[in-house]
T-cell receptor, first 112, second 113 residues
Framework: NAGVTQTPKFRVLKTGQSMTLLCAQD?????MYWYRQDPGMGLRLIHY???????AKGEVPDGYNVSRLKKQNFLLGLESAAPSQTSVYFC???????????FGSGTRLTVV | QQQVKQSPQSLIVQKGGISIINCAYE??????FPWYQQFPGKGPALLIA?????SEKKEGRFTISFNKSAKQFSLHIMDSQPGDSATYFC????????????FGAGTRLAVHP
């Protein structure tokens, strides 16, 4: 029972490069979320999905895109990375709404 | 706009002491208040949660106190242990619909032996 798996765990990008972060959950959860964690700012919601084929903007969506083609996967894309996107990214899932988020172990991204 | 304000930013407590972390919220529609615990290199994990129909909830050494009129809630860790050293996040949400958790900025707790 893996829960929420994020890949990769670490990545260094050059400014302007693109990449995709993958989140996979095996709990049949409907809701999935992408957060970024920065020192002193807590966890801020980037995008979220309430079911397969749906996506919605969170608090800080600029510079990111997402897709939920399969219920178990939620992809976060950076089309043109910027140093301001250096952060730790967490994916989470829940059965319904805010109750009982399960988080992945995070992806540490550095943009130089 | 910070909807959930958490304090202190960091906290040092001696083993056996009481750790207290406070949060204040703005949106009176919020009706679900969880606390998450995060160890270094790991994702946050749900620790304990409360709804506004009760003023206190206790699970082992962890207690949430809730003050609806003041729009504040706090986490108390009794008999704090070095293994409790972690970052703690409060959060808030309103249930129903497509609602998401709004997190506080986090408190880094260090429990010294």
């Amino acid at each position: 029972n893996a829960g929420v798996t994020q890949t990769p765990k670490f990545r260094v990008l050059k400014t302007g490069q693109s990449m995709t972060l993958l989140c996979a959950q095996d709990m049949n959860h409907e809701y999935m979320y992408w957060y970024r964690q920065d020192p002193g700012m807590g966890l801020r919601l980037i995008h979220y999905s309430v079911g397969e084929g749906t996506t919605a903007k969170g608090e800080v969506p600029d510079g990111y895109n997402v897709s939920r083609l399969k219920k178990q996967n939620f992809l976060l894309g950076l089309e043109s990375a910027a140093p301001s996107q250096t952060s730790v990214y967490f994916c989470a899932s829940s059965r319904q709404g805010a109750d009982g988020y399960t988080f992945g172990s995070g992806t540490r991204l550095t943009v130089v | 706009q910070q909807q959930v304000k958490q304090s202190p930013q960091s906290l040092i407590v001696q083993k056996g002491g009481i750790s207290i972390i406070n949060c204040a919220y703005e949106n009176t529609a919020f009706d679900y208040f969880p606390w998450y615990q995060q160890f270094p290199g790991k994702g946050p994990a749900l620790l304990i949660a409360i709804r506004p129909d009760v003023s206190e909830k206790k699970e082992g050494r962890f207690t949430i106190s809730f003050n609806k009129s003041a729009k504040q809630f706090s986490l108390h860790i009794m008999d704090s242990q070095p293994g409790d050293s972690a970052t703690y996040f409060c959060a808030a949400s309103k249930t129903g619909g497509y609602n998401k958790l709004i997190f506080g900025a986090g408190t880094r707790l260090a429990v010294h032996p």
